[in-house]
């Protein structure tokens, strides 16, 4: 792995999108790049190797993209966290607010590993809301949340304390929009 490689060279900034007044972070451009791709997973990899990590949850959609291969390379379970409505078996489930309404998330309660320690991984971490919901899900089917994975990072729009004391770990951060 090359830890001098940039990934600021892969990530498109996509100014007023969705809305007027937000910078998007779109990592399909990191998607795009094989190169840049395999540097985001082997990074993963060398993050967590001696974290006795047992099996990595994931939230839909973006975040799927990078914690599969992930699990694949590790040969660890991978646990997806959809939006409610998707999955067909006994769910967890969680109400979370966004910025100017409700959301709910839901994980089935068979694939919650008892006692075993999760990754859990978003593409990108802002405000930690979306995070605090699915790691309060895990929790609450019984499993442990010792790490939180993003592979970019808006520390300025992190809510206070949400994911305290999680240590949350990303490959970039940028400090304001
Ligand atoms: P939050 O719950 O506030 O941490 O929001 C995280 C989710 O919203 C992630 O799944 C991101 O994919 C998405 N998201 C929020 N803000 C941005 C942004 N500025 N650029 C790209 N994705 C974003």
Known sequence: MDSNFNLDDYIRKVPDFPK???LFYDITSILA????FLFCIESMMDLYKDKDIDAVA???ARGFLFAAPYAARMGIP???IRKKGKLPGITLSKKYDLEYAQ??????KADVPQGKRILLVDDLIATGGTLEAAKAILEAGGAQVPEIFGVV?????????LLV????TTLIDYDSE
């Open 20 to 22: 007027k007044g937000i």
């Open 33 to 36: 790049s094989p190169e840049a």
């Open 58 to 60: 994931a939230i839909e």
């Open 78 to 80: 991978l646990i997806p």
């Open 103 to 108: 959301a709910e998330i839901e994980v089935h």
């Open 153 to 161: 990072g808006l520390p300025f729009l992190r809510k206070e304390n």
């Open 165 to 168: 004391p999680t240590p949350i």
